[in-house]
């Protein structure tokens, strides 16, 4: 509430701005050898619609949760961005 209060009531001061930590970034996190969680799953179903936090199966477990799902227009199927609990393999299914 802080910060939404603050940032109502004018811009951040650059002392406020420095004392805030930022995320690590994506390459700094695979430099400590950490993997990303973040995956792309393309649907084989056409038909199918996905409306977001679906969950995840890879063999027969949940894995993860779709983010939010969309129709990929130029590859004609479904997409949806998502996070695994686990490293995974490109191409798992």
Excluded: H, N
């Excluded at 996190?29 to 890879?58: C, F, H, K, N, Q």
């Excluded at 695994?84 to 798992?92: D, K």
Aim: glycine residues 10%; contains cysteine; positive net charge.
């Amino acid at each position: 509430m802080a910060i939404l209060r603050r940032s109502l009531q004018g811009p951040i001061s650059k002392s406020a701005r420095k004392a805030a930590p930022s995320p690590p970034t994506l390459w700094q996190t695979l430099a400590r050898g950490e993997v990303s969680r973040m995956i792309s799953l393309t649907l084989d179903e056409d038909t199918a619609v996905l409306l977001g936090y679906e969950p995840i199966y890879l063999d027969g477990r949940i894995v993860g949760q779709t983010s939010s799902c969309t129709f990929g227009y130029r590859i004609g199927k479904p997409v949806g961005p998502g996070r695994s609990r686990e490293p995974l393999r490109s191409g798992a299914r």
